[in-house]
DNA sequence: CTGTTGAGCATACGCCGTACGCTTACGTGT
DNA sequence: ACACGTAAGCGTACGGCGTATGCTCAACAG
């Protein structure tokens, strides 16, 4: 009966999407989203009871890029495994100044649940059972999740690694060895190569 | 030859990280800090440049605690490993609401690489080499980084898990299984049971 | 005793999230 | 055709944030 809405709620988290993408995390604010919509910024809260729920649906989207659908089971299933780590990394790369939300929010975004349950059943064809598929979804989320992270916060190959290789060597002689190995390791090496030691770890 | 300091560093970080453990992180602002110190809010700018500096004093505290002596070498070079793994958990957890800010700024903090030297020194005696031990060592961060997180967001024994295990079965049946299993997995056999997973795929 | 230096403070500005109450466009029932 | 009830969207305001700017005055060197 009375005046229909102007928006849907998938065009709020573009808009908020939009400003991440473009000003950063720190840009994101009721007021530029608002903007964003050509809307006053108490127009937001007809849709959302506060920032927490905008940022959810910001996370929503983000993580609803990710297929979910499990890969083709002709291939070995670690490399089943592989290939859903990797699909949540691209999704969320995507969005790089999203990356603090995702963390924050993925416990209450409905995509992050369907990809459990893909690796869940990847894992029990893969013949992990019981307590150790609870430990094993679990240390890949948690490995997955900081990597991006630290893959955000500086890459391996990126300025980071190169202060370490500078550190004083009487004090920090391995990191700094290791540091100049580590600036020809790239990311892809990287992710994959962790990766790889929690699956080799599972198989038995 | 002009008045003396009255605070140290250390007194910033110590009053800071009281309003944390208090308040938790968004009771932490300039205001609150210097209300801490007794002293008003522009007084901290004569110690810190800005925000972002305070919350680096917090993080070189609670990283500061973490014991960085090489575990005693007659244990099994994996066990070492875990060791330090947990040092840094505990002295991590010992300040939850200071999470995200050692996830943050742990890079610029003297005592993460120190944790790291040792750590690496562990590895080299395992034989781990080169490249590999780049990708172990940046591996163990994302994980241990990563599952704290994981770990105060909301511990597989707490009510997420519950949630989960409520979820329509005929969508989510592994997930749902799974959640029941997991409410029995305590904090202990979570961690370092996801790190052992890391470490078997570092033998070889 | 005096001069110099910087420690600490008071004020102010432009942001933020959001509580509150109004106006007004709309779909409906007559 | 028209009046009505509803909720969409907006204007204003408040308390809190980080911090730029410029002052006062405590403490020591000479």
Redesign the interface.
């Known amino acids: 009966m009375p005046r229909p809405r102007s928006l849907t709620l998938e065009q709020l988290a573009l808009a908020a999407l939009a400003v991440i993408d473009r000003d950063g995390l720190a840009g994101l604010s009721m007021r530029t989203v608002a903007k964003e919509l050509a809307m006053s910024p108490m127009g937001l809260y007809r849709y959302v009871a506060d920032r927490e729920e905008l940022e959810g649906l910001v996370v929503d989207r983000v993580l609803g890029a990710v297929d979910a659908t499990p890969p083709p089971a002709d291939t070995p299933w670690q490399e089943r495994v592989e290939t859903m780590a990797g699909r949540l990394r691209d999704a969320v790369i995507r969005h790089p100044g999203a990356i603090?939300l995702t963390?924050?929010h993925r416990?209450h975004a409905a995509a992050g649940?369907r990809w459990?349950?893909t690796v869940?059943?990847i894992l029990?064809e893969g013949g992990v059972d019981?307590?150790r598929?609870?430990?094993?979804?679990?240390?890949l989320?948690?490995?997955?999740?900081?990597?991006i992270?630290?893959e955000h916060?500086?890459a391996?190959s990126g300025d980071?690694t190169a202060v370490?290789a500078n550190?004083p060597k009487d004090?920090?002689?391995?990191?700094a060895e290791?540091a100049r190995?580590?600036g020809?390791?790239g990311p892809d090496?990287?992710f994959f190569?962790?990766?790889?030691?929690?699956?080799?770890?599972?198989a038995d």
Not at 171 to 175: A, G, N, Q, S
Not at 196 to 202: D, F, H, K, S
């Open positions: 603090p963390v924050i416990h649940l459990s349950e869940l059943g029990a019981d307590v598929r609870v430990v094993a979804l679990r240390a989320h948690a490995y997955v999740t900081g990597a992270q630290l916060l500086g391996l980071g370490i550190l004090r920090f002689p391995l990191l290791t190995t580590a020809a390791v090496e990287e190569g962790g990766l790889r030691l929690i699956l080799r770890g599972l």
